[in-house]
């Protein structure tokens, strides 16, 4: 069997990975090429082209970008069409996936597409799209079933593979010691993953992490990222940094400030209370908030569908909104412990075994 993986994104890599891994041991000889990352290679796909020149934020960021995508599309395009797998599978990257399957339907190619687009959150029309172009559609949240199911869709419901890659993790025992932590309270900064995350988030965290003089801070960094986007942090001397170690040190965390997106699940599954900030242009932010149909943008709440975590967005996080809730969290009492609360509720939703092995399994049945 052959199979074409593209994602573009640092956690489509990861889940592609796991998801790899799971078809390795279901179907050793699988054939594997595509676009992804260090992961993905490392179980053995053959990289055509890496995530971090494809990985492109917001509506400004893409427009800028139209003609690096485009060149990618056609080198993705010609590649499948020389290789000629027996399916596709796209994880996430809706903007470029959801235009890839309509080129494969045409070409009578099938698809197969783990982890479905945000279609439930903006433009819901875009469901219809998916349903005509897309063979297999393998969800990781448990309300994307009824969502599709409005389009007359009969979707799977795999789990979720953030929970495996968490129930997966095994921690070190040095860690504490190998970044000289000691014995005090971590905080656990977030910034996120994309360069343009960093520019937008990292001023507003140091300024509050100057407001906890007596705190240490702990940022999980990435390496593939220039150390200069780290600039508003480096100088400040209650804070470290950590890289590819976010497992580890959401295990030693007692709070959290987390920029959306799937961070913030893995934050609620290793159980750290944690406020979610964001921030968009002017202009993007307007768009989105006329196109956004839902209440919530962090996963855990949009998983609970309710408020589990507090989430400041554009004007709303500000150094003083930011300062007091991770006052609120730092504190036992009512406040955390109903957090910690919300937090198993997300967990037993999601709990339905590997979703890694859930989707191997439903790829190789077709």
């Known amino acids: 069997m052959r199979l074409y993986f593209i994602a573009g994104e640092r956690s489509g890599d990861l889940h592609g990975g796991n998801l790899i891994k799971a078809l390795r041991r279901f179907h050793p000889e699988v054939q594997l090429r595509g676009f992804g990352g260090d992961r993905m290679q490392a179980e053995g796909m053959e990289l055509v082209a890496h995530y971090n020149q494809m990985a492109f934020m ?54 197969v597409y783990y982890i479905s687009p945000k279609v439930w959150a903006w433009n819901t029309g875009r469901a219809l799209k998916l349903k005509a172009t897309v063979d297999q559609m393998l969800c990781i949240l448990p309300f994307e079933k009824a969502f599709f199911k409005k389009f007359d869709w009969d979707v799977t419901y795999v789990g979720n593979p953030v929970m495996d890659a968490v129930r997966a993790f095994k921690p070190a025992e040095s860690f504490r010691h190998r970044h000289g932590l000691g014995s005090q309270h971590v905080v656990a900064l977030l910034p996120g993953s994309r360069r343009i995350e960093l520019k937008r988030m990292l001023p507003l965290m140091a300024e509050v992490v100057r407001r906890f003089p007596q705190h240490l801070f702990v940022v999980a960094a990435i390496r593939e990222l220039p150390e200069s986007l780290y600039g508003p942090l480096m100088a400040l001397p209650n804070v470290r940094f950590v890289y590819d170690e976010t497992y580890e040190l959401l295990l030693q965390a007692r709070a959290a400030i987390v920029t959306s997106g799937t961070a913030t699940l893995e934050t609620g599954l290793f159980r750290v209370p944690q406020v979610v900030v964001y921030k968009a242009t002017a202009l993007e932010y307007a768009i989105g908030s006329r196109i956004i149909k839902v209440d919530y943008i962090s996963l855990v709440n949009l998983i609970a569908e309710a408020p589990v975590v507090r989430e400041l967005l554009q004007n709303e996080a500000s150094v003083e909104n930011v300062t007091s809730e991770l006052q609120q969290l730092l504190q036992e009492g009512e406040y955390r412990a109903r957090m910690l609360d919300g937090y198993q509720r997300v967990w037993d939703r999601l709990d339905i075994g590997s979703a890694s092995e859930n989707a191997a399994q439903a790829i190789l049945r077709k």
Not at 85 to 104: E, H, K, Q, S, T
């Open 58 to 111: 917001g509506v400004i960021q893409v427009v800028l970008n139209l003609r690096k995508i485009a060149g990618w599309m056609r080198t993705c395009k010609a590649d499948i069409l020389n290789w000629k797998p027996d399916a596709v599978v796209l994880i996430d990257y809706g903007g470029f996936n959801m235009r890839l399957a309509a080129f494969l339907k045409e070409k009578n190619i099938r698809t």
